[in-house]
Nanobody, 128 residues
């Protein structure tokens, strides 16, 4: 499967961005698949941001983005989104989308090393 992330850019603190992650090449996406957004700031490890189960739509968020970010999907387009509101300078990072097959969203959130597929990242820069 190929994942293509897009939508990053430069925004002032308090602003909004919407990221997209389009999947292709996988045929049908199984209901047991979880997809998510992860980010990596300079000098830091990659961390989980938000995820959802493709079949049931269950979502899970990192505490640092709860009430500011919203993850969603368009099954017909096989595309996942991340609406980011009230952005803060500490949200600055390269954002990646990833897919884990046969795992719950919470399991995926704590097993970054075992993500099956990664997309290329998109840079989000939040200025103060």
């Amino acid at each position: 499967v190929q994942l293509q992330a897009s939508g990053g850019g430069l925004v002032q603190a308090g602003g909004s961005l919407r990221l997209s992650c389009a999947a292709s090449g996988s045929g049908r996406t199984f209901s047991s698949t979880s997809r998510g957004w992860f980010r990596q700031a300079p000098g830091k490890e990659r961390e989980f941001v938000a995820g959802l189960n493709w079949g049931g739509g269950n979502t899970h968020y990192a505490d640092s983005v709860k009430d500011r970010f919203t993850i969603s999907r368009d099954s017909a387009k096989n595309t996942m989104y991340l609406q980011m509101n009230n952005l803060k300078p500490e949200d600055t990072a390269v954002y990646y989308c990833g897919e884990k097959r046969g795992a719950s969203v919470r399991a995926m959130s704590v097993s970054i090393k075992y993500i099956d597929y990664w997309g290329k990242g998109t840079l989000v820069t939040v200025s103060s």
